[in-house]
């Protein structure tokens, strides 16, 4: 046997076991997941740089309740939804909502597919505010109901910004009211 052959057969039975271990249990805590985390939510906010993708106008016809997220965190939250004449009213009920640092530094995105106009859910940003100028679909309230802010909308990719095996925003929402 020579000494490469001999390294392989070595490193073969660690490598099977590495990816069982990967690939079986819980995926959320996987590296690929862990990633997936960060990378998604500013894709997505990075969209917003893109007009033809930001929405102008809040849908209509969205589930009662959509999965949400706080970037850079993994506890998933959801927002019940309701409209104010043509605005939406989302109440966020989770884990991590943003304590406020600075009046400018937290918004909310609403993500629609853009291949099947459907709403996956709403991400909650701790950073710059797009500019007052920049079409508001409506707001989110957290914190106990005592905190607002403004909530975009975007057309993203879906499947480029979140994995199947470990979704951005857990499972899809619900069936339209």
């Known amino acids: 046997m020579t000494r490469c052959s001999a390294t392989v057969s070595r490193v073969t039975p ?19 997941c862990g990633l997936a985390l960060l990378v998604g939510p500013r894709l997505i906010q990075q969209q917003l740089s ?4 930001v929405l102008t106008d809040a849908p209509r016809g ?10 850079g965190t993994a ?3 959801e927002v019940a939804v309701a409209y104010g ?3 939406l009213i989302l109440i966020y009920q989770g884990p991590n909502f943003p304590a406020f640092p600075t009046d400018s530094a937290v918004y909310a995105v609403l993500v ?30 957290g914190g106990g109901g005592d905190k607002t802010i403004p909530l975009y909308g975007v057309r993203v990719d879906w499947p480029s910004v ?16």
């Open 162 to 177: 979140s994995n199947p095996r470990c979704p951005l925003l857990g499972a899809p929402a619900q069936a339209p009211r």
């Open 85 to 87: 004449g043509q605005r």
């Open 14 to 32: 660690l490598l099977l076991t590495s990816l069982a271990v990967g690939c079986g249990g819980d995926r959320s805590r996987s590296p690929t």
């Open 112 to 141: 629609v597919d853009d291949s099947t106009q459907r709403a996956q859910g709403v991400l909650v940003y701790e950073s710059v505010r797009p500019p007052p100028t920049f079409p508001q679909l409506g707001t989110v309230k």
């Open 50 to 53: 893109v007009l033809p993708y």
């Open 62 to 71: 969205l589930a009662a309740s959509l999965p949400a997220l706080v970037a």
């Open 75 to 77: 506890q998933q939250g």
